[in-house]
């Protein structure tokens, strides 16, 4: 039996994660689970896959819960990290959102457990310190998003020494389409008008401002030890080639298939064997078509600033996520602009005083100062 902890399981991820685990009770054991406030849904999870403790981010659902079932339930998120690093777990699935998932991940590693990480935040604001403990105490971890999981299973084809570049491929939707008049007028409407992938309200909008390929250049970096100019993006329509990675022989190897999430999360359950999927995800080739386009990086400020931020490393990744953060928040009350998110968070690196071999403290201080000084720009400009 594989013994496993799910952080975020009422999220999109988490569900899926419980999706394929409904599937392989004979397999996999849910040790402990994890959610911020959806009580509701969590309760369910509890009565069909009996964990041996919950634990609720928010204090006072957490409590109502608390009267609802027979298994322990624990409250804050202080209390995270008992679900990674319990002595019975095996495998950590980070699906949380937002940087409460960078210390549970990090305990995680102390002992040694395996990681599948679907996380942003982990690698986005202290990816140098995560993957050196990662080599450190020798525990691996399994990318989750589409992105990274293709490139590392396309990375199997090669030596590291032997890799010219990594590509990340972004799709197109209705927004990429606008000129750049019409992007100050983007609502939230217009925002949500997307296809293929079912994501939160705030990935969302950094999937529209392009910010979100550039968390994911930055965590490409960190998971596959690469400097910038061996990182590049290609803008891929049809939503079929999840990422590539191109070798010095010319020799391009990609992930290609549905765009469902199951996939790869399977993947890392299992890794590192396969196993066959019960999901109708498999690909039909006939008919299909396969283009690439390049990256609109004049109409889109903010898909550079990953390079940008890799280049400096330090703490300015993780100025760029708080800075983000702010700025879209502001957006989603109607405060700014859409266009005006790209230039908050530029200004705001602009003013950044970069520092190298930070503590986790440090990092998170730098990304705190980061969203304080968004906000004054905000109010600048609202």
């Known amino acids: 039996m594989k013994k496993i902890a799910i952080l975020g399981s009422t999220g999109s991820i988490g569900t899926q994660t419980l999706d394929v685990v409904r599937q392989h ?3 996999f054991q849910v040790i402990a689970l994890v959610a911020n406030h959806n ?3 969590l ?3 509890i009565e069909e896959f009996r964990p041996q403790f919950v634990v609720v981010g928010d204090r006072e659902k957490g409590a109502i819960l608390q009267s609802r079932v027979d298994v322990e339930v624990l409250l804050g998120e202080e209390n995270i990290s008992q679900a990674a690093t319990h002595g019975e777990v095996d495998l950590v699935i980070n699906a949380l959102v937002g940087k409460a998932g960078l210390l549970p991940t990090i305990e995680a590693i102390k002992l040694s457990k395996q990681i599948g990480l679907a996380n942003k935040e982990t690698l986005v604001l202290a990816g140098e310190l995560v993957m050196r403990l990662s080599q450190e105490y020798n525990a691996p971890i399994i990318p989750i998003d589409s992105e990274h999981s293709a490139i590392f299973q396309s990375l199997q084809s090669g030596r590291p020494s032997e890799v010219k570049r990594v ?4 799709g197109k939707g209705p927004i990429a389409k606008m000129s750049k008049e019409e992007l100050r007028a983007v609502t939230m409407k217009d925002i949500l008008n997307r296809p293929s992938w079912d994501m939160g309200m705030k990935i969302n909008v950094d999937s529209a401002t392009c910010i979100n390929k550039t968390f994911e250049v930055i965590e490409a970096k960190w998971l596959f030890d690469l400097p910038p100019e061996k990182i590049a993006i290609v803008v891929h ?4 080639c999840h990422s ?9 190897i990609t992930e290609l298939g549905t765009p469902d999430m199951k996939r790869y999360i399977q993947y890392a359950l299992f890794y590192p064997e396969r196993t ?3 999901c109708n995800s498999f690909l039909d080739l006939f008919g299909q078509s396969i283009t690439f386009e390049k990256p609109p990086f004049e109409k ?3 898909l550079s600033m990953g390079h940008e931020a890799i280049s400096h490393s330090g703490t300015m990744p993780a100025a760029l996520h708080g800075a983000d953060t702010s700025a879209v928040k502001a957006f989603m009350e109607k405060k700014i602009s859409f266009t005006d998110i790209g230039e908050i968070i530029q200004k705001t690196l602009s003013a950044h005083t970069n520092q190298h071999n930070c503590s986790l403290e440090e990092i998170l201080e730098a990304e705190k100062w980061a969203e304080g000084f968004a906000s004054k720009l905000v109010e600048q400009l609202s």
Not at 237 to 240: F, I, T
């Open 237 to 240: 329509p049809e939503y079929l």
């Open 167 to 170: 590509i990340l491929t972004m």
């Open 276 to 278: 066959t999927t019960p």
């Open 39 to 41: 009580i509701e849904s």
């Open 244 to 252: 590539l990675v191109e070798f010095t022989d010319g020799s391009l």
């Open 300 to 302: 889109f400020p903010c």
């Open 43 to 45: 309760e369910k999870q």
């Open 25 to 27: 009770f004979d397999i």
